[in-house]
């Protein structure tokens, strides 16, 4: 089944099933982005706490040391 066909399927369909397939596709959609995006948010987050943290132990040197 092509995507035109789909599209005239759902055309035709009433209008609480086009909310559900709605809501199906966007359950899809964010199931998608939590798979693929929200890992490598996660990493980039965990990177840039490491990077501050690091940032913070070497003021806290330079203080103590003044």
Do not use: C, Y
Not at 28 to 35: C, F, G, P, T
Not at 51 to 59: G, M, N, S, T, Y
């Amino acid at each position: 089944m092509g995507i035109e066909e789909i599209k005239t399927a759902i055309r035709e369909l009433g209008v609480q099933e086009r909310r559900k397939i709605a809501l199906f596709i966007l359950e899809l959609e964010k199931e998608h982005v939590s798979q693929t995006v929200g890992p490598q948010i996660a990493k980039d987050l965990d990177d840039v706490s490491k990077v501050v943290q690091e940032a913070v132990d070497k003021l806290k040197k330079f203080v103590s040391k003044g």
